[in-house]
């Protein structure tokens, strides 16, 4: 069946980094976009990075843009999110999510990965 | 950017009653509207995409409708594993974005 476990969340403090990954298994990972979506405390999803199954399409949401960098290993079925100069706004739970195109609906995600901005 | 809204933002109901949910785009998105349910502590999950059609699995108490910026979600009789909170999202044009969420809780 299908699998996505997302690890690497952790405390980290404003300005620093940490790196996210998801390890997929159970489909054929190539043909599928992969998405980084997050959730701050008690409030709504926020879709923040894609990248195509080819690796050849990326796009990331304005606030992450310049601080965050999606890459995928399909020779091991895994997507990476790697954080840099984080801010407490960053403070979420971080999901994985596939789809079969940018434009198609999140149809699993992993279960989440707590990342938590404070000083 | 879509924006997405949703009304109600909360809404009480009891089991065994019919649930509608709106969602509404800035823009017309055709039908290029989904719908997640996620409950506490746990991913969300897909229950409608492409505005009307019902994912694997699913059950068939779950219906969308719609198309260009106004979209429901219905539930024809709520069940006690229903209550959770409801988030539309538009996969129109990047950014996808979605709405800020129904939470669905016991009257």
């Known amino acids: 069946q299908v699998q996505l476990v997302e690890s690497g969340g952790g405390l980290v403090k404003p300005g620093g980094s940490l790196r996210l990954s998801c390890a997929a298994s159970g489909f054929t990972f190539t043909d599928y976009y992969m998405s980084w979506i997050r959730q701050a405390p008690g409030k709504g999803l926020e879709w923040i990075s894609y990248i195509s199954g080819s690796t050849h399409t990326i796009y990331y949401v304005d606030s992450v843009k310049g601080r965050f960098t999606i890459s995928r290993d399909n020779a091991q079925n895994s997507v990476s999110l790697q954080l840099n100069s984080l801010r407490p706004e960053d403070t979420a739970v971080y999901y994985c999510a596939r789809s079969r195109g940018w434009y198609r609906p999140f149809d699993s995600w992993g279960q989440g990965t707590l990342v938590t901005v404070s000083s | 950017d879509i924006q997405m809204t949703q009304s109600p933002s909360t809404l009480s109901a009891s089991v065994g009653d019919r649930v509608t949910v709106t969602c509404r785009a800035s823009q017309n998105i055709n039908t290029h509207l989904n719908w997640y349910q996620q409950k506490p502590g746990k991913a969300p999950k897909l229950l409608i995409y492409?505005?009307?059609s019902l994912q694997s699995g699913v059950p068939s108490r779950f219906s969308g409708s719609g198309s260009g910026t106004d979209f429901t979600l219905t539930i024809s009789s709520l069940e006690v594993e229903d209550f959770a909170i409801y988030y539309c999202?538009?996969?129109?044009?990047?950014?996808?974005?979605f709405g800020p969420g129904t939470k669905v809780d016991i009257k």
């Open positions: 492409a505005a009307s």
């Open positions: 999202q538009q996969t129109s044009s990047t950014p996808v974005t």
